[in-house]
């Protein structure tokens, strides 16, 4: 059983650039969600994906967009990139459905640097 | 909105203490709560997930315990050693996990 993989691991983007983050699911899981992380905070829901739909979604703005793919693979991009997006941005899968969940399983995360 | 408060929010034992770390949340409608560690720069690794139905789940010297309704969940963690040094993080759950600040322990040997 393969956990969750994203890619890269580490990205130095300019300010105004776009992004694009992916990550893959762990084998069986249906959901994925996406998190922000600033240093020294806790991880922020941005949004999540159930069965290529989007089932919730946080406090960001629209430049931040995901998609999930048949495969439950997902993808996360970041549009006009800011200074203050600079950030690990992690993914996370489970087996679930639109009210529930039952356990994620964290990626090692994509560190982001805006410069 | 769900608001989650860790107590303490960093932590400097000597090793072999036993500890505890407080988690409280606002919303006690959920489903779950799962409990991660998260080494600097890492990414999450669950260590316990309670279902709401659920009291208690213990994994080797970790045991959590949940009280839905009162908010509260108490991660156990006996016999404290170096390589426990990393950040906890509690994450209440419906159908997203929303987290708070973590409590930063450090175990001296």
């Known amino acids: 059983e393969t956990g969750v993989t994203q890619s890269p691991t580490h990205l130095i983007k300019t300010r105004g650039q776009q992004v694009t983050l992916r990550c893959s699911s762990q084998?069986?899981?249906?959901?994925v969600s996406w998190y922000q992380q600033a240093l020294g905070q806790g991880p922020q829901f941005i949004f999540q994906?159930?069965?290529?739909?989007?089932?919730g979604r946080g406090n960001f703005p629209p430049r931040f967009s995901g998609l999930q793919f048949p495969n439950y693979s997902s993808e996360l991009n970041v549009n006009a990139l800011e200074l203050d997006d600079s950030a690990l941005y992690l993914c996370?899968?489970?087996?679930?459905?639109?009210?529930?969940?039952?356990?994620?399983?964290f990626g090692s995360g994509t560190r982001l640097t805006v410069v | 909105k769900q608001e989650v408060t860790q107590i303490p929010a960093a932590l400097s034992v000597p090793e072999g203490e036993n500890l505890v770390l407080n988690c409280s949340f606002t919303?006690?409608?959920?489903?779950?709560l799962q409990w991660f560690r998260q080494d600097p720069g890492k990414g999450l690794t669950s260590l316990l997930l309670?279902?709401?139905?659920?009291r208690e789940q213990t994994s080797g010297r970790l045991n959590a315990s949940l009280d839905k309704s009162s908010g509260r969940s108490t991660l156990y963690i006996a016999a404290s050693q170096p390589g426990d040094s990393a950040t906890y993080l509690c994450?209440?759950?419906?159908?997203?996990?929303?987290f708070g600040g973590g409590t930063r322990l450090m175990v001296k040997p």
């Open positions: 309670i279902q709401s139905s659920q």
């Open positions: 996370a899968s489970s087996l679930g459905d639109r009210r529930a969940n039952y356990g994620y399983t």
């Open positions: 994450a209440p759950s419906r159908n997203m996990l929303t």
């Open positions: 919303d006690s409608a959920i489903y779950n």
């Open positions: 994906y159930y069965r290529e739909e989007e089932n």
């Open positions: 084998s069986g899981h249906n959901t």
